[in-house]
């Protein structure tokens, strides 16, 4: 009985910790990514996308906006 529950709680396991590491991995990459305008360029060559730095500047707005307003606290929550 060991023989099959054990298996199965391990990759039950594997499956929970390597979502929340993929998770943790990619927003450090979006975080250094809004910093460095080579890496959005080079994500957008390679999903075939030419941006001119008009674009550029409006994707880097866009991506430290939607981070500020990440971080800040919900007005809209309700405190008990």
Do not use: C, D, H
């Not at 391990?10 to 943790?24: A, D, E, M, Q, R």
């Not at 008009?54 to 981070?67: A, D, G, L, P, R």
């Amino acid at each position: 009985m060991w023989q099959i529950i054990i298996p199965i709680l391990t990759l039950i396991g594997g499956l929970v910790g390597g979502f929340f590491i993929g998770v943790f991995y990619l927003r450090k990459q979006l975080e250094s990514m809004q910093n460095n305008p080579e890496m959005i360029q080079k994500m957008a060559k390679q999903m075939g996308y030419n941006m001119n730095k008009q674009q550029m500047n409006k994707v880097q707005t866009m991506m430290k906006n939607q981070n500020l307003t990440n971080k800040k606290p919900n007005k809209n929550a309700r405190s008990k």
